[in-house]
Structure formats: C-alpha cells, structure tokens
C-alpha cells in the first residue's frame, strides 16, 4: 500500500519561497510506474492541479510554471515543490498524490483542474502567503 506525506508549508510574505516535500513509502511504489502530483485547494474553491512529475517529464499549471519546480530524489522516494516568487492567491493546502493514471494526473495538472480518479493522496500542508 503507496502512502504519502506532504510538509513544508508555512507563513511566508509575498515574493518568498517555500520547499514542500511528498515522501513515498510503500511497497510497489517506483516513479516509472506511478505519476506524482502536487495539488492544491484555497478556501472556498476546489482542488487544483498545480504540478506533476511522470516519468522523468515534468508538467506545470499556467500560473506557477515559471515560479514552481517540481523535482524528485529516487534514492528517498521524495518529490519536491519549490515555489518562488509566491503571491497571496497561492495560499492553499498543497496536497501530494500518487497514481498510475498518468494523462489523467497531467491532464488535471496542465488545465488547473481537479483530478478525482484513482489516486492515493497524502494530508495537506497549508500555505499561506501573507502581503
């Protein structure tokens, strides 16, 4: 069984970074056959895609894909979230997910909508980008 586990997140001004870390432990779990994602859903709204990693290919949202970088550590079975230069309308929970549904995965994560397809997801981790 895959499961995950999000941190990083925190209280940080406009125009600062944060690093969010997706750990993955689990028996099965490889990043040739899984796609991660990161996700995330400010209040009032639904989640969101924002970036995913499948296959050594990474994929952004319109909006973060200049100031986002999704990578991954194989040794640690770890995928990470820079974010920089961040406005207030990132603050979020940022939640990770993990799936074999590749193109459903980028699909959600390239047009900024909500996946709800066959994925395992880790507990969120809030962002709040005051101004």
């Known amino acids: 069984e895959v499961q995950l586990q999000a941190s990083g997140g925190g209280l940080v001004q406009t125009g600062g970074s944060l690093r969010l870390t997706c750990t993955v432990s689990g028996s099965g779990f490889n990043f040739d056959d899984y796609t991660v994602g990161w996700f995330r859903q400010a209040p009032g709204k639904r989640r969101e895609g924002v970036a995913c990693?499948?296959?050594?290919?990474?994929f952004y949202e319109y909006s973060v894909k200049d100031r986002f970088t999704i990578s991954n550590d194989n040794a640690k079975n770890a995928v990470y979230l820079q974010m920089n230069n961040l406005k207030s309308d990132d603050t979020a929970v940022y939640y990770c997910?993990?799936?074999?549904?590749?193109?459903?995965?980028?699909?959600?994560?390239?047009?900024?909508?909500?996946?709800?397809?066959?994925?395992?997801w880790g507990q969120g981790t809030l962002v709040t980008v005051s101004s």
């Open positions: 990693i499948s296959n050594g290919a990474n």
């Open positions: 997910a993990a799936g074999r549904d590749a193109l459903g995965i980028m699909a959600a994560v390239v047009s900024g909508t909500t996946y709800e397809a066959d994925a395992t």
